[in-house]
């Protein structure tokens, strides 16, 4: 899954980018239109992958930490796996356990993905993990103001985000 961008080469050789995040159809046709006007110009369309945000199920004692978002305005307000977005190089295990520690200030360690992936904005997919907590007591250090352990029995009780409802059964089956 990804979107598709078009490109666009001038007779120098030198590379510029036209038009990103398009879907493969309207990126074929903006190329062939721009082709057809017949400058000294080669355009073409490139596949690009998507952006990995990966979200922690971070589990301790049978309980699974909810955090609250405080920005941006379009999520805040909103209960989520806390995560973040994977850097170019990183896996998704790394990532998590980086913005575990940014965020909360603890050691986690990733064990599985859960089923499921979503996509959050064009280019932008949603991955959630199962982790534990290694050391540390989770604090909102950094785009949560409020954090709670949640149990089976109240694991729906917080204001989730939407696609994180999603996940919630495979949660469930961590809790015990
Ligand atoms: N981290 C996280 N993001 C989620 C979840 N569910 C969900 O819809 N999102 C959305 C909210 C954001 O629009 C996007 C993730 O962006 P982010 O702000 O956490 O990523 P980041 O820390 O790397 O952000 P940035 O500073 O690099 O922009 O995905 C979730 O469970 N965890």
Known sequence: ??????????????RFLVAAELARPEAEALAAEFEARGHKQLYWVEAVPNRIVVGGALIHRGRVLAARRSAPPEVAGGWEFPGGKAE?????????????????????RALHRLPGSWLVRPGLELRIWAAELVTGDPQPLQDHDQLRWLGPTDLTTVDWLT????VLPHVADLLH
């Open 1 to 14: 899954m990804g979107t598709y961008r078009v490109m666009r080469q001038d007779d120098n050789g030198n």
């Open 88 to 108: 170019p190089g990183e896996t998704e295990p790394e990532a998590l356990e980086r913005e575990l520690h940014e965020e909360l200030g603890v050691r986690a």
């Open 163 to 166: 696609h994180d409802r999603e």
